[in-house]
């Protein structure tokens, strides 16, 4: 730990860059070697994740709850996707543009959302969630109806070879996506914007005699988790080719928040937990199903009941997630391995484990 | 100091899962000649709408299939290889048939896809299946998209719905001269299709076309507009829970215009159960009794036809759950026509075998007109036979008619419709 630390440099974005250059590596390496089924879910686990990271910053930092996630994830996924089929746009810069589109979108919730509270935060946000897919059947000329928009699958370059597998690309896609929202979040969270987040979060009145703008901090969070729904809808539409009312159902809003709080809340190794259970949970619930030769009608809403029993499972056994165990496993291994040292060094026995400040 | 250390502890846990992942995906590599194909089997998955607003009725289709490829797999299968079906939920939502189908190809490792059903959600799958080279069969969609050859892999089966809007059409103008026509249309290729076919006939009788988005259950304002339009006669291209649901409106409204609806909506058993299920018991098939139709197979209840006589004992011995209704027929219709194409594929099955000898035709099945499957023509039945509901039953009249979905004339076709024992696949 102490050797570790004088490694990584001080500045935070320099150390993010860094971190971000070693995911890819691994990443990379990874991503070799999986079957190209495994390839396509390590995608959805990377656009997952991009959606969760924005979503924690805003529920787990800022306090503001969001049923609303996945109609923005739907902003970002059309808006991809018309700039790639309609206007021709290459897919970074689509991508980028969906980012862009759907933080105007936030913005503007963000603007209602900073007004209200609570219970009719998560309502306000929960009609956005049951009404915007209703505009692709309003106006099936423009959004394709149920039919959905599709684009036609990325190439890969052809300076990788002419059997590079198309899911692995997409993978590719994908993870840079998320790796993109890791480092901007990552100095989000723990630069200013971070703080100001957390003391509006603990005490509203406290933050605004410090100085801090609680309304403007509220806009700016939705803004920033938005932008991320928006490339989370975007990398969608880069692996699956295609934008329909029917992946942005209401469902994909709940199991969005159910993912942070599995995961763990406020935290983006919460979100990475979070996007993993997402991907893999509903392909052992389909096992699960199988092998108890359940009914289709079952089947199809297993995941969503195994959410909920995870989730109720989480809360009880550990409120602060999957990231809260690692956390405390971490400790535990810390405390054991510093109990071993002073023992080969011949210390008492009144070790007392090196506490260190609860990190957030 | 804390964050550090719990960082590069993280690190290495990712890395164990991600390689955790890698370890699941491995294996199943088959040594044959193609994936999914051995000596003494060869499997085939399909994406079917189990659940969702498609599923009543043709969540039957694919048990149907297997049950019928149970019996063809007991009396020895084809070629010396039985036949593993696995067919996948997607709940006719397009986004579940994109996972499930690259799932299929590329987790479960199919030869083939067979009968994929839907139009809104097999045309997100065609680009991906023809890239990855497999043979897409027997599209359970009548779609124009499948026609010609732009899909190398692609072959539809039932009768593109163009075809059937033209010939239902043309019996509208000769049978209904000067009615007004109102079409209630499912708003995709499919609904699209029937209602170009409609136009291409009787174009100046339209007086209004409604289209309604699958999921929306409520099709009062379609309806409506259809009657205020003075319509009297109402043309439904419609899936079987639609072709209820806007029954059961115009009954509340008490509009009676004269039925005609695609025979992939009408299914008496099916909508007629919907009806009853709709209405807690209160309506049942007399709300569709009169309702003209067609079909490109014989009727289900036609018994005397030896193709029903031998699905029903396929039905009766494996699939006897489900009721025997015109979703079981096409299961085992389209399962026929799969069977007769690995049989042609020959004892060395490749994916490129299986294409050519589609690609030959001449497939003569339980169809009551021919398929029109050649190198530049991968779609199916090249018509219809016209039929009514009478009873609620389906009763066919008329000699079947072919066409094109062009300008071509519409011309009865007097073929003689082959027994099951003339195909060689079973029981000769």
Not at chain 1, 153 to 182: D, Q
Not at chain 1, 196 to 219: F, K, M, P, Q, S
């Amino acid at each position: 730990m102490r050797r570790l630390r004088p490694r990584l440099p001080e500045q935070t974005l320099l150390r993010h860059l860094l971190l971000a250059a070693l995911f890819a590596l691994v990443l990379y390496v990874v991503s070799l070697e999986l079957s190209p089924f495994d390839n396509l879910r390590l995608a959805s686990i990377a656009y997952y994740f991009v959606a969760l990271a924005g979503l924690t910053v805003l529920t787990g930092l800022g306090g503001q709850i969001s049923l609303g996630h996945g109609a923005l994830m739907a902003i970002g996924a059309y808006a991809a996707v018309i700039l790639i089929s309609r206007s021709g746009w290459a897919l970074v810069p689509a991508l980028a543009g969906a980012t862009v589109v759907t933080a105007v979108a936030g913005t503007l919730v963000g603007v209602v959302a900073a007004r209200l509270r609570g219970p009719y935060l998560a309502g306000a946000t929960l009609a956005l969630a049951v009404g915007l897919p209703g505009l692709a059947d309003k106006y099936p000329h423009a959004f394709g109806g149920e039919n959905g928009l599709t684009v036609d699958p990325p190439i890969p370059p052809s300076s990788l070879g002419a059997a590079f597998p198309l899911e692995r690309w997409e993978a590719w896609i994908a993870c840079g996506a998320a790796l993109v929202a890791f480092v901007m979040l990552a100095g989000l969270v723990r630069g200013r914007m971070g703080r100001a987040l957390r003391a509006v979060r603990d005490d509203e009145v406290a933050a605004a005699l410090a100085g801090i703008d609680v309304a403007r901090t509220h806009v700016l969070a939705f803004v920033v988790s938005a932008a991320c729904a928006g490339l989370a809808g975007g990398a969608f539409v880069a692996v699956t080719q295609l934008a329909a009312p029917g992946a942005f159902q209401l469902a994909l809003s709940l199991s969005l928040l159910t993912g942070i709080v599995l995961g763990g809340l406020g935290s983006l190794w919460g979100a990475l937990w979070g996007a993993i259970a997402l991907v893999l949970l509903p392909s052992w619930s389909d096992r699960l199903a199988h092998s108890l030769s359940l009914s289709d009608n079952v089947r199809s809403n297993l995941p969503l009941a195994l959410y909920g029993l995870a989730l109720i499972g989480v809360m009880v056994l550990a409120p602060s997630g999957i990231q809260g165990l690692v956390r405390r496993l971490g400790r535990r291994i810390r405390g054991l391995s510093e109990l071993i040292r002073r023992l080969a060094r011949g210390g008492g026995a009144d070790v007392v484990p090196n506490r260190t400040e609860e990190s957030a | 100091m804390t964050r550090s250390w719990s960082r590069a502890a993280l690190g290495a846990a990712l890395v164990a899962a991600l390689a955790a992942l890698a370890g699941c995906g491995g294996g199943g590599g088959a040594s044959s000649s193609a994936p999914g194909v051995t000596k003494t089997s060869v499997t085939i998955g399909s994406h079917q709408p189990l659940t969702g607003p498609a599923a009543p009725g043709y969540s039957e289709i694919a048990p149907a299939s297997k049950a019928f490829f149970a019996y063809v797999n007991a009396h020895g299968g084809i070629n010396g290889r039985k036949i593993n079906y696995i067919y996948k939920d997607d709940g006719y939502n397009p986004t579940n048939t994109v996972a499930v189908t690259r799932q299929l190809v590329l987790q479960s490792k199919v030869f083939a896809i067979f009968n994929g059903l839907g139009t809104p959600t097999h045309t997100k799958v065609v680009q991906f299946l023809n890239a990855e080279k497999v043979p897409d069969l027997f599209v359970a969609s009548g779609c124009p998209c499948w026609d010609g050859a732009k899909y190398p892999e692609t072959f539809g089966w039932q009768t593109n719905y163009q075809i059937e809007g033209k010939i239902l059409g043309d019996y509208l103008k000769q049978h209904f001269a000067g009615k007004k026509i109102g079409v209630f249309y499912q708003d995709d290729d499919f609904g699209q299709g029937g209602l170009a076919g409609i136009k291409q006939q009787v174009g100046d009788q339209v007086v209004s076309a409604q289209p309604y988005q699958p999921g929306n259950t409520n099709v009062a304002p379609q309806i409506t507009a259809i009657q205020k339009a003075g319509a009297q006669v109402l043309v439904d291209f419609t899936v079987p829970a639609y072709t209820a649901l806007g029954q059961l409106t115009s009954f509340k409204l008490g509009y009676k215009p004269q039925l005609v609806v695609s025979n992939v909506g009408i299914d008496p058993t099916t909508v007629g159960g919907l009806l009853k299920a709709f209405s807690k018991g209160k309506a049942g098939t007399a709300l569709i009794e009169g309702a003209l139709t067609d079909g490109y197979l014989p009727s289900p209840t036609d018994t005397s036809n030896p193709w029903i006589a031998l699905f029903k004992q396929v039905h009766d011995q494996y699939d006897a759950s489900a009721p025997f209704d015109g979703n079981v027929e096409f299961g085992m219709a389209a399962a026929y026509t799969f069977a007769q194409a690995l049989k042609a594929a020959g004892k060395d099955l490749t994916r490129e075998s299986l294409v050519k000898a589609v690609e030959k035709g001449g497939f003569a099945g339980p169809g009551v007109v021919p398929v029109r499957y050649s190198p530049t023509q991968h779609g199916g039945y090249g018509g219809v036979q016209l039929a009514k509901v009478a009873n609620g039953k389906l009763v066919t009249f008329g000699s079947p008619l072919v066409t094109d979905p062009g300008s071509g004339p519409i011309q009865p076709y007097n073929g003689q419709q082959p027994s099951p024992a003339d195909g060689g696949i079973v029981g000769g």
